[in-house]
């Protein structure tokens, strides 16, 4: 992980860079096409930015929405592949997935480790992801969503402890050759597991930062100064999640980069147009 710290640092300086749900269905179709997924309902509340603009809020609101209880394993993807054998190793177009796509896997249909059964699926691309979450009646959280979900603090978290010390451990220790099963690190206050400590996880505006790219956000985080335009210039654990973000493409897939389903809550969906608001 000291190696990834040191390319993430590295794309501060030189990376140049909503989805929105079918929002009929509900979270309990979702679960049934997902398998074990099950989802918890976070509630609305208030996301501050960690990457400043001038055409931004200070503070976005942000509905109440579902949220997986944890992060979608390869048992649950293999479902996904069974029923859609074009997103199958072998068969996915290399537009929408490189070559190291499910490379974990056995074959199309094969998983072939036992001990990755629970684990979080990885390999995968924003593309493959994004068709999940659809296929279960749901949709990829948003970059606020999941900031904002993710910010709840661990349950139990010891004295002393705090959830930044969490994050940047982890960012310390290398990928492990096997990930840990989901539920396994942490379950926060909303009810949701392992936002920090198993794996990244794409979220639907992963880009945002490069579409911003003719705008000031963009250019004052990416150049040297890119501290000036933050939140916190302290918090190096969000640089490093912005960074990242900033430098995949949505074909890419990556051994630690997971993700989760995430739904409207339907009395919110009329909401999404005022989703960027002051309070």
Sequence with gaps: MKTVAILMLFMLAASPGTQRAQGSKTASAARKKGGSAVMVKIPGGYYRPFLQSDNQPVIIQVPAFYLDKHAVTN????????????????????????????????????????????????????????????????????LAEWEYAASALPKNMKKGNNLLRIILEWYDRPTPAVLPPVESIYLNHFGVYDMHGLVWEWVSD??????????????????GAGSLGTFNKEDYAAYMRYAFRGSLQAAYTVGSLGFRCAQDIEDNAHHHSNYNCSP
């Design 206 to 223: 992963f880009n945002s930062i490069n579409i911003q790219s003719a705008g000031k956000a963009a250019n004052t985080f990416t150049c």
């Design 75 to 142: 048992a649950e993807f293999l479902l996904f592949v069974k029923a859609n054998p074009q997103w199958s190793r072998s068969r996915v177009s290399r537009i929408f997935a490189d070559d190291h796509y499910l490379k974990q896997w056995a074959g199309d249909f094969d998983i072939g480790n036992d001990k990755i059964i629970n684990s979080p699926v990885t390999n995968v691309s924003w593309f493959a992801a994004d068709a999940y979450c659809k296929w279960r009646g749901a949709r990829l959280p948003t």
